[in-house]
Structure formats: C-alpha cells, structure tokens
C-alpha cells in the first residue's frame, strides 16, 4: 500500500520540480491545436525518456477523457516489474485559455491538495498525425518525452518518423526507454 501511495506522491513531486529547472535553447514547437474530442481514449507509450516516477514500469498507458466543463480527465496506469499495475488520475486543463496543445496536468494526492499551485506539469504535444494513431508529447525543457500511440506497436517507419522528429527538437532520444513485454 506504502508503494501504491509513494508512486503518485513521487509523480507530483517530480513534475513539480521540473517546473524549478531552465529550458535549454527555444523551447520546441507544438502542434498550434489539438483536436481534444479526437485525442481523448486511451494511449500506449512506446518510449519515454526515464522519469523517476516511471522506474519500475515495463509497460504504460494513458486514458484521457474529456469533461463538459473543457477539462480532460487523466489516468495513468503503469504496469511494474512485478506484474502488478499502478495507477494514478488527474486533470488536465489548457495553459492559455482557447489553447489545447500546451496544457497543465495536475495528479490527485495529499500533495497537490496541500500545494495546488507547485504540483501541476507541463504537458505539451509536439506533435500527432492527422488521424490521431499516433503523438509525441513532453516537457519544455526536453527533460521528459513520451512517444505514444493508440495501439501497443508500431511500424519500424512509424517508429523511425517519432524518433526523427523526436530528434529534431532537440530531445535525448539515445536515453529513451521502450516498452517492454508484460512479466510473465
């Protein structure tokens, strides 16, 4: 249970923190607009640049679900080494009003109710196809990036434009960790 409880509160702590450091050159560019009907369901993660949160997850998803008041429902869940799954909710909500590309997310613990203001993250897209099959999204200051997709592969094509546009924008992609198979 202690674990269970550590993982969200590390999460908060952690995006919090980031928000302290400095970006490094420009920050990259978004995608401008977000469909939000079109990217809410459920997204896997391909890859991601290691967070401290993330240390034990072989496997992750993100569901997102959009609320009628514009906000986007979060839940994150992380299947660990051990088989078992983790998860944590939260809220997303646009930095800019009328802007859906660079958006704020903030995860329910002890934490976040106790210091609303130092526990949100910048989640930004930087990038997603037409058909919203697949996205890259990260932080500013290139410290975090998650490759996703609506299913749990891709192409090698595929894989290689993420990579590439990864790359473009200035982002680690040689420490990128990839999704692993499900512990037996």
Known sequence: ????LAVPFCCCLTLALTGCTSARDEPPPTTQ???????????????????FFQRHCVQSEAHYGLRKDG???VTNRCLEQDGQWNE??????????????KLWVRFDNWFSRLAPGLTK????????????RVALVGHPNREYLWLLSRSPTVSAQTREQLLELA??????????????????
């Open 88 to 101: 944590a909710r939260g809220v997303a909500e646009p930095q800019v009003a009328g802007s859906t590309d």
């Open 167 to 184: 790359r473009r924008q200035g982002y680690p992609t040689d420490q990128l960790i990839w999704r692993q198979p499900a512990p037996q």
């Open 121 to 132: 993250g910048e989640y930004w897209v930087l990038y997603h196809d037409p058909d919203y």
């Open 71 to 73: 906000r986007i429902d």
């Open 33 to 51: 607009q977000v469909e939000l009907q079109r990217y809410q369901g459920t997204w896997y993660e391909l890859a991601r640049l290691p967070m």
């Open 1 to 4: 249970m202690a674990m269970r």
